[in-house]
């Protein structure tokens, strides 16, 4: 049993807005939640390069394929910052995505959809990495310190992914009409997936509670999406294009009221059976079993030449 | 476009070459985003792969300057298989780990050793590019030299699977020593550089790592291949075109 003084102790430094730091004592759940939260966005960070790797040659001018390039890479730095700072929770990198390999672990789901068309760039980077943003602007105030500090450099980036694939789209929406029409699609395609983004409404949500209390989280998953929504209608007018939603409503209060998210097929793509999420893990799993002899040589190499030092 | 560059002069055949060597390497490197064997390494691959796509949009500028009437964009996309004028190596594809990291180093060394000749370069503007690539490639050549050392010096299978690979892609490598009349022009112009004094250093040089690797420097090819320079490629080049070229050529009106 946890002694209820260091409960209580641990609460008031949280109320008080202190970070905690990797070698504080804290609760085991409060451990256990951020092992699990902070894991599944390392994730998600690398298994989103590839939607977008799957156009990098394609890229249609050298501006693009460089903005392209440079995106994937600043995503996999996400990744790496997230691992080292998952890490001082005292479990490995290769712990990790064993687990992910496992299915124990788990990466964002709007990753689980395929991207057909160069308007799939547009829309991930405006909606998935504006989503993206929206919830880690927030998280900028977690209460662990070092997940909180790799927010901070992180959503410096993404907010130039956010601009850059709203720019593919407005490019394509005043194109020729098939530009206009995959754009039109890209964005019926990527709506919903980034508003489930979110996460489940704050009453079907198990961890919400627990996670507020204790600062580990800041803002409820209905509070985050309507802030997208707000941010995101207006720019999908801007272009002339449509909200995917005919029920998407201006209210007097200057937000939108829309038509509410399809669960069942949140919780099926949840559970592992979206478009692409066999697609996504063999793809993972196939790249680190094919480095694995890469890997043993590179430790093999680094022993020696230890041993020479010694 | 075949007409105009049927008529194109020696500068701007020299400088195709140096920009298609390095755009068709870049987006091989490319396509192996998120495949590396650790995150790390994914990262830095796709970073070089970017550098090389920057020194070839430079190139392209320039071209397109000299010329007048085309776009970079038109150069790096809007061409048939025989008017891009890469050497045959880089467009090999990405068999593995050990192909990759051999094709870069024999690649690195080759475009270190040019570069540090070119930044002497009467024509200003391939000067001046020579020098600030020179930075990145100096940390390029770094990197695939450590990679000998690993993979040469590190288990056996790794010490296989890079000999295997450098035996392989050792026939393409005199392309990049042969002088024709273009690199004798430029040459004699003050522009260009003595592939000739470049291939006895470069000899030098990937023999002492290949040995410091415990590797073998494969026999002198029989066969060997000059074609690319002149627009003669390998199986391999129509297919990663098509990906290149994709978008360009199924929607030519279209801006993106
Ligand atoms: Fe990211
Ligand atoms: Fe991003």
């Given at each position: 049993m946890e002694n209820q003084k260091r409960l209580d102790e641990f609460q008031a430094k949280i109320d008080a807005g202190i970070k905690i730091e990797p070698k504080d004592w804290m609760p085991d759940k409060y451990r256990q939640t951020l092992v699990r939260q902070m894991s599944q966005h390392a994730h998600s960070e690398v298994i989103g390069m590839q939607p977008e790797a799957n156009w990098l040659t394609r890229a249609p001018s050298l501006r693009a394929k460089k903005i392209l390039m440079a995106k994937i890479q600043d995503e996999g730095g996400h990744g790496l910052y997230l691992y080292c700072a998952a890490e001082t929770l005292g479990v490995s990198r290769d712990q990790y995505i064993q687990w992910l390999h496992e299915g124990k672990s788990k990466y964002a789901s709007v990753f689980n959809y395929p991207?057909?068309?160069?308007?799939?760039?547009?829309?991930?980077?405006?909606?998935?990495?504006?989503?993206?943003?929206?919830?880690?602007?927030?998280?900028?105030r977690?209460?662990?310190?070092?997940?909180?500090?790799?927010?901070?450099?992180?959503?410096?980036?993404?907010?130039?992914?956010?601009?850059?694939?709203y720019e593919i789209m407005a490019e394509m929406a005043k194109g020729t009409p098939e530009q206009k029409e995959m754009a039109q699609e890209a964005l019926n395609r990527w709506w919903w997936p980034s508003l489930m983004m979110f996460g489940p409404h704050d009453k079907e949500s198990s961890n919400s509670g627990q996670s507020m209390k204790w600062g580990i989280k800041l803002e409820s998953n209905d509070d985050l999406r309507q802030q997208f929504i707000d941010?995101?209608?207006?720019?999908v007018e801007l272009i002339g294009l449509e909200v995917p939603d005919k029920n998407a409503k201006l209210m007097p209060n200057g937000s939108y009221k829309t038509s509410d998210i399809d669960w069942d097929e949140f919780w099926n793509v949840i559970k592992g059976n979206g478009p692409c999420n066999s697609q996504r893990l063999k793809h993972h799993k196939k790249a680190h079993d094919d480095g694995a002899w890469v890997r043993a040589a590179a430790e093999a190499y680094g022993k020696k030449q230890m041993e020479l030092v010694d | 476009m075949r007409n105009t560059?049927?008529?194109?002069?020696?500068?701007?055949?020299?400088?195709?070459?140096?920009?298609?060597?390095?755009?068709?390497?870049?987006?091989?490197?490319?396509?192996?985003?998120?495949?590396?064997?650790?995150?790390e390494e994914d990262l830095a691959i796709t970073n070089v792969g970017l550098d090389h796509v920057g020194l070839s949009e430079a190139v392209y500028k320039y071209v397109a300057?000299?010329?007048?009437?085309?776009?970079?964009?038109?150069?790096?996309?809007?061409?048939?298989?025989?008017?891009?004028f890469n050497i045959q190596?880089?467009?090999?594809?990405n068999e593995d780990f050990a192909y990759i990291m051999a094709r870069q180093f024999l690649f690195d060394v080759y475009q270190f050793l040019f570069l540090e000749a070119l930044v002497d370069s009467k024509d200003n503007t391939l000067a001046a590019l020579a020098k600030k690539s020179l930075k990145e490639v100096t940390y390029h050549i770094r990197r695939s030299t450590q990679w000998m050392y690993r993979l040469g010096d590190g288990t056996e299978e790794s010490h296989f699977k890079i000999q295997g690979a450098l035996n392989e892609l050792w026939m393409y490598k005199d392309e990049m020593f042969f002088m024709d009349e273009t690199d004798e022009e430029m040459m004699k112009a003050g522009i260009g550089v003595d592939?000739?004094?470049?291939?006895?250093?470069?000899?030098?040089?990937?023999?002492?790592?290949?040995?410091?690797?415990t590797l073998t420097v494969p026999e002198n090819p029989l066969f060997s291949l000059q074609y690319g320079k002149n627009g003669h490629h390998t199986d391999f080049m129509g297919y990663i075109l098509l990906d290149l070229q994709y978008l360009n050529s199924k929607y030519p009106d279209a801006k993106w």
């Open positions: 991207s057909p068309t160069w308007a799939d760039m547009g829309a991930i980077g405006w909606l998935v990495d504006g989503a993206a943003i929206v919830n880690q602007v927030s998280l900028q977690t209460s662990y310190g070092p997940y909180a500090r790799a927010m901070v450099r992180i959503c410096k980036e993404e907010s130039f992914h956010q601009r850059q694939g941010k995101t209608i207006p720019q | 560059l049927n008529k194109m002069n020696h500068l701007q055949k020299y400088c195709l070459r140096i920009a298609d060597n390095s755009w068709i390497l870049g987006n091989r490197l490319g396509e192996y985003s998120s495949k590396g064997p650790f995150l300057e000299l010329d007048g009437t085309k776009s970079a964009d038109d150069y790096a996309f809007r061409r048939a298989e025989h008017e891009y190596l880089v467009e090999y594809p592939l000739n004094v470049l291939k006895t250093k470069w000899e030098d040089k990937v023999t002492e790592v290949l040995t410091k690797a």
